[in-house]
């Protein structure tokens, strides 16, 4: 059943892939080293799901599951981080390597550095990131939350110690909202990774921040004799996709894994950019009402754009309930496999892939991919149950359901 499903092949113009290098293996590794000098960093898990693979009909299925990244439940805490010691490191004149958590945490780093106001836009994850970043480094954070923002994910920004507020505005919005606030305030500095025309910086050190996770991912798949041949990842402004695809695209150049972009219907720019097949970016406007809130973006990073048009093969507008049969499959896995808590956002690419391999109206899709018996599948789930409630809803309730989406 693929009702409200759509996907594109890439046939975007190529561009000089001038960004790509942001994400090689040497830039990632920096920003991993970093990571690793956090006390709460561990490596988080990629679960294979055998069954479902074998179900399905490929060799292999891994999801990199980031639920457990620094005790924050997704993976955008990866990108805020960084990008904050990225800037502290080039106020001071110095190199990131040189600034340890312990030094950059330090009494004697906030009297050389002082104190800057870290704004930012987010529907949850990324602000609570950001959040909690600052209180451990001895900064300040502003973070600015689009309608329709449940009390949960405030409450979890809120209790880092950061100014936070819900705004009658969409998402993209509030980026400009928080951008221009930041442009008004001594010492205040925007962390965002949406990227715009003179704003480029501070995303490119987010999206090397993000790329801790996959650089994980892929040591974890060579651990066990794998190279991915696929690799499925979700995208609101583009960065988290243009992260990994990046990686991979530098990684494995002779031979680069069948990259797809999984986008939440309501706010599918990077599908629609495809789609125009111009080059330049579409962008989605409106309230942007989808049960996938950490995707509800609807302008793309001019950054991640530029690497997706360059690698991805298809583009995929996915509708909600798509996301909710994943959450539900991972929550009800069958036997031998893994239970995996992934909430909306994080759970989209295993729906799509599942859709795929599965459906039999998608069989034109599954051809385009090449996914076969011999297709290794990695899938990213971005974030475990940040909105419980809306988490039972779905796994208890059945919110989403396919039957539902029929009918509406």
């Not at 439940?73 to 001071?92: P, Q, T």
């Amino acid at each position: 059943m693929t009702e409200g499903l759509k996907w594109t092949v890439n046939e975007v113009p190529k561009s000089q892939d001038a960004y790509l290098d942001l994400m090689s293996e040497e830039n990632v590794k920096k920003a991993n080293e970093f990571h690793k000098s956090f006390p709460q960093y561990t490596v988080t898990p990629l679960q294979k799901l055998s069954s479902l693979a074998q179900y399905l009909g490929v060799k292999n299925i891994y999801c990199k599951d980031e639920s457990y990244r620094f005790g924050l439940n997704a993976f955008k805490v990866l990108g805020g981080s960084y990008a904050m010691g990225r800037y502290i490191a080039k106020e001071l004149g110095r190199d990131i390597s040189e600034l340890p958590y312990n030094v950059l945490s330090s009494d004697k780093l906030r009297e050389e550095f002082g104190q800057a106001t870290f704004f930012t836009a987010t529907d949850g994850n990324h602000g609570r990131g950001v959040a909690w970043a600052a209180k451990r480094l001895g900064q300040k954070a502003v973070v600015r939350m689009p309608k329709g923002t449940t009390k949960t994910r405030f409450d979890n920004i809120a209790k880092e110690g950061a100014t936070v507020t819900i705004e009658e505005v969409n998402y993209d919005d509030c980026v400009r909202m928080a951008a221009a606030e930041a442009a008004k305030t001594e010492h205040g500095i925007m962390v965002q990774d949406t990227a715009w025309e003179g704003y480029e910086e501070i995303p490119s050190w987010i999206m090397q921040g993000y790329g801790t996770m996959v650089l994980e991912a892929d040591e974890q798949m060579r651990a066990d004799g794998i190279q991915p041949t696929h690799v499925f990842v979700q995208a609101g402004v583009g960065s988290l996709a243009g992260a990994v695809v990046g990686y991979f695209a530098n990684k494995y150049k002779e031979n680069p894994p069948v990259m797809v972009v999984c986008e939440a219907s309501a706010a599918d720019c990077l599908y629609r950019s495809a789609e125009a097949k111009t080059g330049g970016l579409v962008n989605v406007t409106g309230d942007l009402q989808t049960i996938m809130a950490g995707l509800a973006c609807g302008e793309g990073n001019t950054i991640g754009w530029d690497i997706l048009k360059n690698h991805v093969t298809v583009f995929a507008s996915c509708p909600d309930w798509m996301s909710a049969k994943a959450t539900r499959i991972y929550a009800n896995p069958l036997p031998g496999d893994p239970h995996i808590i992934s909430g909306e956002s994080g759970s989209v690419p295993l729906g799509l892939c599942y859709t795929a391999l599965n459906d039999e109206d998608a069989k034109d899709l599954k051809e385009a991919l090449k996914l076969d018996e011999n297709s290794n599948i990695l899938v990213i789930s971005t974030e475990g149950d940040t909105d419980p409630v809306r988490y039972r809803e779905i796994v208890w309730d059945g919110l989403y359901g396919t039957e539902e989406s029929l009918s509406k």
